[in-house]
């Protein structure tokens, strides 16, 4: 079965950077639209950054700038890399992939936590 796993969180002064790591099982990356979601205490899960299995990348706005999405098809690996962190990036980061003709799979989430 195919399985995403999210690495990469943790603690971090605002001003400070992360990267996030999404590993995939199975033999659907290559061709999945791969994406990183966020959800914060209280609020609702937001989508960060979308990339297709072309290379194309799209970011929320509040993300715009700060943070790069990026994915390696031969490690079966999509990355987050965060830069300028802010108090309002503190949330638990989700990996997921949509497949062609198939339904999405989730990762477990990894927490990012921005101190001042």
């Known amino acids: 079965q195919a399985q995403l796993v999210e690495s990469g969180g943790g603690l971090v002064q605002t001003g400070g950077s992360l990267r996030l790591s999404c590993a995939a099982s199975g033999s659907i990356f290559s061709v999945s639209t791969m994406g990183w979601y966020r959800q914060a205490p209280g609020k609702q899960r937001e989508l960060v950054a979308i990339?297709?299995?072309?290379?194309?990348?799209t970011y929320a706005d509040s993300v715009k700038g700060r943070f790069t999405i990026s994915r390696d098809n031969a490690k079966n690996t999509v990355y987050l890399q965060m830069n300028s962190l802010k108090l309002e990036d503190t949330a638990v980061y989700y990996c997921k992939a949509r497949p062609p003709l198939r339904s999405e799979v989730w990762g477990q989430g990894t927490q990012v936590t921005v101190s001042s």
């Open positions: 990339i297709t299995s072309g290379g194309n990348a």
